[in-house]
């Protein structure tokens, strides 16, 4: 069975710092690699998506990708409160269609 | 605001009602889908369309069945629920086959089976 794994945390770390959430993957087949950040009670929201091998950046937030070790993260720079969510790792399988979640990582930001 | 519209955000019903949920998008994505997630779960997919046709059961119980009227339109109808099938449903859109199609998330319904 294809399966995206992240670590559940919670991962706490101090406002102002980098908070960094890794993701680890079964199927070496899988092209797309999205984050997603999900508050309690509420619908996952993308924050990027990543397809090839490298860094890609978008303000404070920094998705990377290493096909060869079935690896992604997502690097938070100046962490702030508003940023305690949970974290999930999407990850497509087998085509385009079907996105596989992660079960998660919780962050906490504290003042 | 979500450009995916889900309705109803809440809904309670009997193991033994009928009901069905509604999800409207028109950003001109081809593929629809539906996940469940239960608490402190990540996204369960249920179903995938694509071009309006089912190209996705992920082995889901008879008592969920899906819809694809037209590429804005998904629904879901629920008949003869469990309590075990509460949960938040999720319906989700994006191009279709492409690398540039990241899933876009409606609000959710919020079931509650009694």
């Known amino acids: 069975q294809k399966e995206v794994e992240q670590n559940s945390g919670p991962l706490s770390v101090p406002e102002g710092a980098i908070a960094s959430l890794n993701c680890t993957y079964s199927d070496r087949g899988s092209q797309s690699f999205f984050w997603y950040r999900q508050y309690s009670g509420k619908s996952p929201e993308l924050i990027m998506f990543?397809?090839?091998?490298g860094d890609k950046e978008d303000g404070r937030f920094t998705a990377q990708l290493n096909k060869a070790s079935q690896y992604v993260s997502l690097l938070i720079r100046d962490s702030q409160p508003s940023d305690s969510a949970t974290y999930l790792c999407?990850?497509?399988?087998?085509?385009?269609?079907?996105?596989?979640f992660g079960t998660g990582t919780k962050l906490q930001v504290i003042p | 605001d979500t450009e995916v519209t889900q309705t109803p955000k809440h809904l309670v019903m009997g193991m033994t009602n009928k009901k069905s949920l509604k999800c409207e998008q028109h950003m001109g994505h081809r593929a629809m889908y539906w996940y469940k997630q239960k608490a402190k779960k990540p996204p369960e997919l249920m179903f995938v369309y694509s071009y309006e046709k089912l190209s996705i059961n992920e082995s889901v119980p008879s008592r969920f069945s899906p819809e694809c009227p037209n590429s804005s339109l998904l629904n879901l109808h629920l008949h003869a629920l469990q309590p075990e099938d509460s949960a938040l449903y999720l319906c989700?859109?994006?191009?279709?086959?492409?690398?540039?199609?990241?899933?876009?998330f409606g609000n959710g319904t919020r079931l509650t089976v009694t």
């Open positions: 989700a859109s994006s191009q279709v086959r492409t690398d540039n199609s990241p899933l876009h």
């Open positions: 999407a990850v497509t399988e087998g085509g385009y269609q079907k996105v596989t």
């Open positions: 990543i397809y090839s091998n």
